[in-house]
């Protein structure tokens, strides 16, 4: 047990962490209904979580360092179980969001010292081995997400989404404080904290004027008023980066042409293949009648087709070139999302299974290939801070994909809705916000269906323009080879499900 106790317990947290970023799409439904939770509202249920990781993931990296990897850890594992209980006792949406962001405060300390805290326990075949467990448990977590989320929402309640990381973050703290050592601090490095309070400004309020667009519009004051904030966080986080001691991200990176697609590339990914997903788990309930299960079954092709391609192309496809892999992923990713935008009024959940298997392929591929292709884009001393910054906008682009598509498709339900009802702006947030049933009696059940259908269409499509841009850019922009990109990945630490890489050195001793 002592041996492998690292693993166990770093593995438990960050299956539980990624299974959170993706169990609350079913649930959202129910969520809703239960707490009267407006399309804002449950926007921020996914988006809280989303932007809390992003916003903290570099810093957390740096506070580890500060503190000690193992010390972090504890505490972020702590803190998600407490807002987990607090996100299962919630009696009101704000509660709820506040403790999903929280959450991913905690998150985001686990996820910072996952590979880490495993990079100081094993070496030789065992690190490999280790590694290679945390991917495969990272790739599963993405698929069982919704299918969990199904099974506790219809069987238990939508809380036990959130009660059931009780359990396993105690078990995973316990294995922690009995099997795993403090890793050695390198050299007094300081905590950006100037950087991170001005990136998750910037994010934030870019986000919360997207959301809110849906409410008051693209010309209103409140809206124009969030994108200024956003703005000049944004220029206060370039001021603090040029003059911290220790910055976040170093800006001289963004002078590299590769690296730049590769970050356009990972917020483009998480935005184009995720970022429709919750309202077609919304439609699947509440137009199709599906259950919680069978919606989150019904969305398994994507995840599932995922892990497999993932695995199977990082062993078939480990000498190709990266920007082949990740452009030829986000073409496809582009492609199956523009395939599941070809719903009509009576369409039902199989017409999206194509789509979801071809957006699946992309994903598995990307997943698989965008951390190396980042590491194979800098100085090995920046590999680090590299795959820190693909986890940062993977995760970024989840929490605005969410926010921008929600915008577009409840603006062409409102316009499918015009001269139906007297308030089609309303009964368009109300559609996309899971309220169909209130709207049956004063909405043709016909005109509902296709409204909806023509919701997610537009959505689908801006999602899928999105990831084949993207694609392109990568295919025409990322200049890296593979013989590179191996090199990177022999000199630093990587995983297959396109998470967080951290330079993990032989200096990095586990102390007393």
């Given at each position: 047990?002592?041996?492998?106790?690292?693993?166990?317990?770093?593995?438990?947290?960050?299956?539980?962490?990624?299974?959170?970023?993706?169990?609350?799409?079913?649930?959202?439904?129910?969520?809703?209904?239960?707490?009267?939770?407006?399309?804002?509202?449950?926007?921020?249920?996914?988006?809280?979580?989303?932007?809390?990781?992003?916003?903290?993931?570099?810093?957390?990296?740096?506070?580890?360092?500060?503190?000690?990897?193992?010390?972090?850890?504890?505490?972020?594992?702590?803190?998600?179980?407490?807002?987990?209980?607090?996100?299962?006792?919630?009696?009101?949406?704000?509660?709820?969001?506040?403790?999903?962001?929280?959450?991913?405060?905690?998150?985001?300390?686990?996820?910072?010292?996952?590979?880490?805290?495993?990079?100081?326990?094993?070496?030789?075949?065992?690190?490999?081995?280790?590694?290679?467990?945390?991917?495969?448990?990272?790739?599963?977590?993405?698929?069982?997400?919704?299918?969990?989320?199904?099974?506790?929402?219809?069987?238990?309640?939508?809380?036990?989404?959130?009660?059931?990381?009780?359990?396993?973050?105690?078990?995973?703290?316990?294995?922690?404080?009995?099997?795993?050592?403090?890793?050695?601090?390198?050299?007094?490095?300081?905590?950006?904290?100037?950087?991170?309070?001005?990136?998750?400004?910037?994010?934030?309020?870019?986000?919360?004027?997207?959301?809110?667009?849906?409410?008051?519009g693209w010309e209103s004051a409140q809206t124009a008023a969030a994108f200024a904030v956003s703005a000049a966080a944004l220029c206060a986080f370039v001021v603090a980066e040029r003059r911290a001691v220790h910055p976040l991200i170093d800006l001289s990176l963004f002078r590299r042409r590769s690296f730049v697609s590769v970050m356009a590339g990972a917020l483009a990914f998480n935005a184009a293949a995720f970022g429709v997903l919750p309202y077609t788990s919304i439609w699947l309930q509440t137009l199709l009648g599906l259950s919680p299960v069978g919606a989150g079954l019904a969305l398994l092709p994507l995840a599932a087709?995922?892990?497999?391609?993932?695995?199977?192309?990082?062993?078939?496809?480990?000498?190709?070139?990266?920007?082949?892999?990740?452009?030829?992923?986000?073409?496809?990713?582009?492609?199956?999302?523009?395939?599941?935008?070809?719903?009509?009024?009576?369409?039902?959940?199989?017409?999206?299974?194509?789509?979801?298997?071809?957006?699946?392929?992309?994903?598995?591929?990307?997943?698989?290939?965008?951390?190396?292709?980042?590491?194979?884009?800098?100085?090995?001393?920046?590999?680090?801070?590299?795959?820190?910054?693909?986890?940062?906008?993977?995760?970024?682009?989840?929490?605005?994909?969410?926010?921008?598509?929600?915008?577009?498709?409840?603006?062409?339900?409102?316009?499918?809705?015009?001269?139906?009802?007297?308030?089609?702006?309303?009964?368009?947030?109300?559609?996309?916000?899971?309220?169909?049933?209130?709207?049956?009696?004063?909405?043709?059940?016909?005109?509902?269906?296709?409204?909806?259908?023509?919701?997610?269409?537009?959505?689908?499509?801006?999602?899928?323009?999105?990831?084949?841009?993207?694609?392109?850019?990568?295919?025409?922009?990322?200049?890296?080879?593979?013989?590179?990109?191996?090199?990177?990945?022999?000199?630093?630490?990587?995983?297959?499900?396109?998470?967080?890489?951290?330079?993990?050195?032989?200096?990095?001793?586990?102390?007393?």
């Amino acid at each position: 047990m002592r041996k492998w106790g690292p693993l166990v317990a770093v593995c438990l947290g960050t299956f539980m962490l990624l299974v959170d970023v993706t169990i609350v799409v079913v649930a959202l439904p129910e969520i809703g209904g239960a707490l009267g939770a407006s399309l804002s509202d449950m926007q921020w249920v996914i988006d809280a979580y989303a932007l809390a990781m992003a916003a903290l993931l570099l810093g957390a990296g740096a506070a580890a360092d500060v503190v000690g990897r193992r010390r972090l850890y504890l505490a972020g594992t702590g803190l998600f179980a407490t807002a987990s209980l607090a996100c299962g006792l919630a009696t009101g949406p704000a509660v709820l969001n506040t403790m999903r962001a929280v959450q991913g405060v905690g998150g985001a300390a686990m996820f910072a010292t996952s590979l880490s805290l495993l990079g100081a326990a094993y070496r030789g075949r065992d690190r490999s081995l280790a590694f290679g467990v945390w991917g495969a448990v990272a790739g599963a977590s993405a698929a069982l997400g919704p299918v969990l989320g199904g099974v506790l929402t219809e069987h238990l309640d939508w809380r036990w989404i959130f009660f059931a990381n009780l359990p396993v973050s105690a078990v995973a703290l316990w294995i922690t404080l009995r099997t795993v050592t403090e890793s050695a601090h390198r050299g007094a490095r300081r905590i950006d904290w100037a950087g991170m309070a001005a990136f998750a400004v910037c994010a934030g309020a870019a986000t919360f004027a997207v959301v809110r667009v849906g409410v008051v519009g693209w010309e209103s004051a409140q809206t124009a008023a969030a994108f200024a904030v956003s703005a000049a966080a944004l220029c206060a986080f370039v001021v603090a980066e040029r003059r911290a001691v220790h910055p976040l991200i170093d800006l001289s990176l963004f002078r590299r042409r590769s690296f730049v697609s590769v970050m356009a590339g990972a917020l483009a990914f998480n935005a184009a293949a995720f970022g429709v997903l919750p309202y077609t788990s919304i439609w699947l309930q509440t137009l199709l009648g599906l259950s919680p299960v069978g919606a989150g079954l019904a969305l398994l092709p994507l995840a599932a087709t995922s892990f497999v391609v993932a695995a199977v192309s990082g062993r078939l496809l480990h000498d190709a070139p990266p920007r082949l892999v990740i452009g030829g992923g986000l073409l496809l990713v582009g492609g199956g999302v523009l395939a599941q935008g070809a719903l009509g009024p009576d369409s039902g959940w199989p017409a999206l299974v194509p789509g979801l298997l071809v957006t699946g392929a992309g994903v598995g591929l990307v997943s698989q290939g965008i951390s190396a292709a980042a590491l194979a884009c800098v100085p090995p001393r920046n590999a680090g801070m590299a795959g820190g910054a693909v986890g940062t906008f993977r995760q970024l682009g989840f929490a605005l994909g969410v926010a921008v598509f929600g915008a577009v498709a409840t603006s062409r339900m409102e316009h499918s809705l015009v001269g139906s009802t007297d308030a089609p702006a309303a009964a368009a947030r109300a559609l996309a916000g899971g309220a169909a049933r209130q709207l049956a009696g004063r909405v043709p059940d016909g005109t509902l269906h296709t409204a909806f259908a023509s919701g997610l269409n537009a959505a689908a499509l801006a999602a899928g323009v999105t990831g084949v841009l993207a694609g392109l850019a990568v295919l025409a922009f990322v200049r890296t080879s593979a013989r590179a990109d191996l090199a990177a990945g022999n000199a630093h630490l990587g995983n297959a499900s396109g998470g967080l890489i951290v330079d993990v050195g032989e200096r990095d001793r586990p102390t007393k």
